[in-house]
């Protein structure tokens, strides 16, 4: 170590690969599809199923906050424990219960698009602008006038950023 250039660091680690090994809890918005966009979701059994597996993911440490089902593809914010859970495990969890629903209902497999988009959130300004356009998704897509009108939305615990 040179006097000069102080502690080694990784000056080259991406921030958010810094964020995730700093024990600060992770917070993600998070989007996966239907396979092939079929639009199976907006059900009020899919949104039962959702929302009792959310409020269980209290147990592993796992906070979700808002979150829209559309007719073919889900966002939700998510806070996960700083050590332990990675996203793609409970993401995979959430799929896998929902297809079970899905399944009871006669829903030929596969349900899901392979993979899902994640997001880490820096900042509570980020959380409110990402929200805003995933309440307006069914108003854009015509399902409802406004977004309060949407059946298949919510926020299961609150996250304060």
């Known amino acids: 170590m040179n006097d000069r250039q102080g502690p080694k660091s990784k000056p080259h680690r991406p921030p958010r690969l810094s964020l995730l090994s700093s024990g600060v809890r992770p917070f993600y918005f998070v989007t996966f599809n239907t396979h092939r966009r079929v639009p199976t979701l907006a059900q009020n059994d899919i949104h039962a199923t959702f929302c009792r597996f959310c409020g269980q993911a209290r147990l592993f440490g796992v906070t979700v906050g808002r979150y829209v ?34 399944l009871s209902r006669g829903v030929a497999l596969p349900h899901w698009q392979e993979g899902f988009f994640d997001h880490v959130l820096r900042s509570d300004e980020s959380y409110a602008q990402k929200w805003e ?20 939305q919510g926020e ?6």
């Open 69 to 102: 089902l559309m007719p073919d593809h889900v966002h939700l914010f998510v806070v996960l424990p700083p050590e332990g859970l990675a996203i793609t495990r409970w993401v995979q969890s959430l799929k896998s219960c929902l297809g079970k629903t899905l």
């Open 133 to 152: 356009y995933v309440r307006q998704n069914p108003v854009r897509a015509g399902w409802v006038r406004s977004p309060e009108e949407w059946p298949y």
């Open 156 to 161: 299961v615990d609150v996250i304060r950023f």
